[in-house]
């Protein structure tokens, strides 16, 4: 075996080997939530859907599955509305400030989870918007804009502005250009945008904590408040169920737009 060839062989050990060890909790989370035990274990001691029956009975997870489906969709519809706006701007116009104007619209990358949410509750104390839904959304937004802006940004950068200004000599107005031939092109950049918002906030506990109000209670923080009193089996069957599902959305995504091709 010659040199490049043990590297090359070496090196598809190590990729399995980090694969396979991220991929660890995930399979263990899958095998637990099988177990017909009241407990987590792994192996399971036998094989029982009673988790996922019990969890998707559940009144409660269907309201918080609902409810952070609602925030999600909302929250990720104005990111992408917002985020597409603001790098059109920053890369199509001279926008000034616009490194500072860049800067804010990452700064929730940059600032803990936590920070924000407190930040947020304080500020909504005083405007009157905490334990409201449009609080929430809006909050939503802030956190998941950067994830549009970065990936929209990337798209519009590897775009050609003639395209556009080529539109417009034949006619076309500034939105009718900008709908018709620089919104199709950047399109893998606004399904990126889009998916990683929606996944952002769906997910996010750390925000949404702070801000939930009367009645208000999404996915993550229901599971967040369930393992406080014990873990069982029925928070593996949910956790499978989100990553067959964040698998299944990704695959479909893949599928229709191509990803590979934008990365």
Known sequence: MTAARLRAWLLRVWVALVFGFLMLPVVVIALASFSRTSYLTVPPRGLTFHWFTKVLGDAEYLHAIGFSLLL??????????AGVAASFALIRRRVPGG?????????????????????????????????????????????????VVRAVTASLQGIDPELEHAARVLGASGPIAFFTVTLPLIR?????????????SF??????????????????????????YGVDPS?????????????????????????????
């Open 203 to 228: 997910d996010n506990v750390p925000v949404s904590i702070f801000l939930l109000g009367a009645g208000q209670m999404t996915l993550p923080v229901k599971i967040f408040a369930a393992i406080e």
């Open 188 to 200: 893998p950049g606004v399904a990126a945008g889009a998916l990683f918002a929606f996944i952002v």
């Open 99 to 147: 490194a500072l104007v860049s800067a804010l619209l990452n700064a929730p990358l940059v600032f803990p989870a936590v920070v924000v949410g407190v930040a947020l509750l304080q500020f909504y104390a005083m405007v009157h918007l905490n334990g409201t839904f449009v609080g929430l959304a809006f909050a939503h937004m802030v956190i998941t804009v950067p994830y």
């Open 72 to 81: 999600a969709l909302v929250a990720t519809v104005g990111a992408v509305g």
């Open 235 to 263: 928070i593996a069957a949910i956790s499978t169920l989100l990553i067959v599902l964040t698998g299944v959305g990704l695959a479909v995504a893949e599928r229709w737009i191509g990803f590979h091709r934008f990365v």
